[in-house]
């Protein structure tokens, strides 16, 4: 667990009948364990030392009928030994915006695009991550554990005071503006189920969208602002639903993957509103696709096989020009230390 702060083993008592009994006692102090095996006769422990990478990329957009853009296009933007979730581009192509725990707690950050000394914007204890910009590009929507739940948050991308949105006991994630910057539609857990919900920008009232059997998740909104799109995963199929965003039926309006298949990473428009970009996982290879509105037909944009690792699971962003994503590689060695035998 890193409930001290670093990946460390810890120790629970259990009772009689198998349940906690008392509070957990940590064993190591900043080793970074991932995983841990003790030996048969009790006397080693093995373990695996290490962490969760993730840097930032973009690749070119093929232009139509053109082959998909492999590592040769790619150009690595970030190159720490950290781990950024998720990424958001300025509607002008110049600023990246992102989380990352590249100074040790989770936080988000900005750059230019075009390189430079990362930004931090936020300095709370508390994780901070996924952030989203208003349109006009004078806010960021994003979610932390600041409250002690993970709620929606809402401060200036230049930086400057946070003021909390969202204040259900439940989980909330993926915030994402309506075009006129009035309301936030996100996914939420305050159903029980995987739902989209909507809510002010100043807080307030929530109002529910879908209360569908499967899970729902990646809400964005259409470009007139009239009604949210989403993922629904039922019988291990993920289709894209459409729901007027005032309240009404959801329609589907395509199938994105096929039982085996994922759609693992967030929704994103094209800039000229004609395609949605999306993440999908097949044969354990993660590649962006786009969906074709009109023509209701899908495209690989990349191809992204032949490296170590795989593409990171809700990071995904556009300018237009680019798509930006992360790549995710999981690095250590192990270990083996003696254990303390009592007397």
């Known amino acids: 667990s890193n409930r001290g702060g670093t990946m460390d083993l810890w120790q629970v008592a259990l009772d009689d009948e198998g349940k906690p009994d008392g509070q957990p006692v940590p064993l190591t102090t900043g080793l970074g364990i991932r995983s841990a095996v003790f030996s048969p006769d009790g ?155 909507v809510i002010p920008e100043q807080g307030g009232e929530a109002r529910p969208l879908t209360a569908s059997p499967g899970l729902d998740y990646y809400p964005l909104w259409w470009p007139d602002g009239k009604s949210i799109i989403y993922v629904s995963l039922n019988d291990e199929i993920q289709n894209l639903f459409r729901v007027p965003s005032a309240g009404g039926r959801p329609e589907i309006v395509a199938q994105l993957t096929s039982p085996g298949d994922n759609a693992n990473i967030r929704l994103r428009w094209s800039s000229d509103g004609r395609h949605i970009y999306f993440g999908k996982l097949i044969n354990r290879i993660a590649n962006i696709w786009s969906l074709s509105i009109e023509e209701n037909t899908q495209r690989q944009l990349t191809d992204l096989s032949g490296r170590y690792g795989i593409m990171g699971t809700v990071a995904l962003a556009t300018d237009g020009e680019y798509l930006y994503f992360t790549w995710q590689e999981e690095r250590g060695d192990i270990w083996v230390m003696d254990v303390e035998q009592e007397e």
């Open 43 to 197: 006397k080693k422990l093995a373990y695996s030392k290490g962490r969760t990478v993730a840097n930032l990329w973009r690749v070119p957009i093929p232009g139509p009928g053109a082959a998909p853009v492999t590592w040769a296009d790619a150009q690595q933007m970030t190159f720490d030994q950290a781990y950024i979730e998720n990424v958001d581009i300025s509607a002008d192509g110049m600023r990246i915006y992102f989380d990352s725990d590249r100074a040790g707690n989770h936080d988000l950050w900005t750059v230019p695009v075009a390189g430079g000394e990362p930004q931090q914007l936020t300095t709370n204890p508390a994780a901070d991550f996924q952030p989203t910009l208003s349109l006009n590009g004078q806010e960021l929507a994003f979610c932390s554990f600041r409250s002690g739940n993970r709620d929606v948050w809402v401060m200036p991308a230049s930086g400057g005071a946070e003021r909390q949105i969202t204040k259900h006991k439940a989980i909330d994630f993926f915030p994402n503006w309506s075009p006129d910057g009035r309301e936030i539609v996100l996914d939420s857990r305050r159903s029980g189920n995987a739902d989209i919900w």
